[in-house]
């Protein structure tokens, strides 16, 4: 039997029992659609995640904090009060309420300057403003976005942020631009905006900043990002009138290497800092760490669909055990008019394949429909305030090799009922009544 | 004389083992000459239908040789023995075996889609087996639509449809009544002495057998020379017993 008369065979008997095959490839379509869902929900979410956080600028910056206290441990209790540790400070934006960490000191900002490979440490500054306001426009209130100067932003309009330039930039997110005036983000670009700032002592003041550029809303944050002049000269502001030594204390610092070391000599300075007692993370930390919460979620969601599959794997081992039963038979008339063992063999996996395939084809397909539109939908509704996001994306490939993997399942469930076939002796066969 | 098409020398077969073991056919010898209709006569139990399966290489012998043209069929290898069954051999069964939902050209081209004949020429072939049954009009109906006669004739046409050397006919017309049956007789005997088809036929009908060149009685396993071929009534065979 030459193999397009096989295929040709197989494809025609599977539907013969329109009924059982429509209910094995229920199951498989089951399978095959969570499975192309949740691979395209990993595809959305990956490259939306990546157009982020492009070319992050900042690859040679690490944020530092002092590492947890060890002795304060769950089991023991407290660690004895010592006087030569800096207060603690409140992480502040993203932690919970009252969380706390070690603050770093004057002591610890110089002790990492120290450390082997860095080249320059600043302590973290939190500036607060009041408000922004730009041509008399009125005063909105001014979120500043801390991470801002260590990623390269999405920009709507004009250039990012220069941290080695003297004069005060702002970049705006395209949110702002309604409320405080403009038409659109080219028309702020290079304009001159007012921020209000309070000092320590309860004044008012306000500083003057140039929109540099307009941003797009991201996931890392919401806010304004400032350049470090600004920020420098809005924390002068804030510390005015304050007794010395009263903002003598960081949550974090921000450190500086030399953007061509290896991951080998980022790990050494990492583990240098950690034995001094600094926690320490790139950039590259921060937004793998998250990569790995979506990862391990769609691996989660994969794993259902896959046993999801291996169920429909029973089921179509089920349906071929029967038809093999039903068609005893026929096998048997086959193999008396001279069809070898192989080709009976070849005949019923080819089924199983072919149902493989018409559950795996029909689920990708309707993921494919089902997810596009629902992806738009929720673009257009809950994640609306995310531009740029569609939840659902599909490869090709991604989908070509769930077909091919519902294939092969349906192939090995295929393996035990094609064999028992293949065993049939045309004698019991056609002696069967 | 030629060498025999098939030739058993004392061959026997058992089912089963141990208490359950059942000896099916106890040692049987015949020579099948190219072109000779043979019937195989016995009632159910009787091994008939072992003998012709072990003729028809579709079973082993358990005891003695099996010469397919003089060549021991145990020295065959599989590839032979299949190429034997498809192209040499045909088979007319008395429960028909057609597919029930394929059209009647799909069902008779069945042999020439397992030989690997391209669906041109198996489709002219089949319908060229038709038209020598008289069923050209049918080829397109379900398998399952046709009389009964009219199964029997697109087996027939199935069985011929790879020109084969030898027909094995298992009870042709125990499904039929008088009539149709004696069509199918008819068709066969045709095909026998037009086209030299050997013809074995598998029966408890003595009529039927003896219009058979050459009758062999089976009984219990063995061959009983104490039979003769002459017609009696239908029923005779039912009765246990000797046949004088």
Known sequence: MKFIDIVKTAIANSFRSKVRTGLTVIAIFIGAFTLTITSGIGTGVTSYIDTQVTAIGAADVLTISKAADSTSSATEGPAAYDPSKATTVSLGNGSRPGTTIQALTAKDITAIGKTTGILRVDPSVRVTPDYIEYDGNGKFELIVNAAATLTTADLAAGAQLDNSSTTDEVLLPTTYLKNLGFADAKAAIGKTVSIGITDYT???????????????????????????????????????????????????????????????????????????????QTVADTIGSFQTVINVIIGVLNAFAVIALIAAGFGIINTLLMSVQERTREIGLMKAMGMNGGRVYTLFSTEAVFIGFLGSALGALAAVGVGSVVSNILADGVFSALPGLQVVQFAPSSIAIIIGVVMLIAFLAGTLPARSAARQNPIDALRYE | MSVPVLSAQNIGKSYGSGANRFDALKGVSLDIAAGESIAIVGKSGSGKSTLMHLLALLDDPDSGTLLVEGTDAKKLKGKEVNRLRNQDFGFVFQQFFLTANASVLDNVVLPLKIAG?????????????????????????????????????AVIARALVNNPKVIFADEPTGNLDTATGAVVEDILFALNKNNGITLIIVTHDIELAARCDRQIFIRDGLEDTTESGIPRKRHAGAHAGAHA
């Open chain 1, 202 to 280: 309860g004044v008012q003041q306000e500083a003057k900043a140039t929109v540099i550029g307009v941003q797009n809303e991201t996931i890392l944050g919401v806010g304004a990002g400032l350049n470090q002049h600004l920020t420098d000269g809005l924390q002068a502001i804030q510390v005015t009138g304050a007794p010395a030594g009263a903002s003598d204390s960081y949550a974090t610092a921000t450190a500086l290497f030399d953007a061509s070391s290896t991951a080998a000599e980022i790990t050494a300075i990492k583990d240098d800092l950690a034995t001094q007692g600094y926690a320490s």
């Open chain 2, 117 to 153: 004949v391209p669906p041109r020429e198996r489709k002219a072939r089949g319908m060229a087996a038709l038209e020598q049954l008289e069923l050209a009009d049918k080829a397109k109906n379900k398998a399952i639509n046709l009389s009964g006669g009219q199964k029997q004739r």
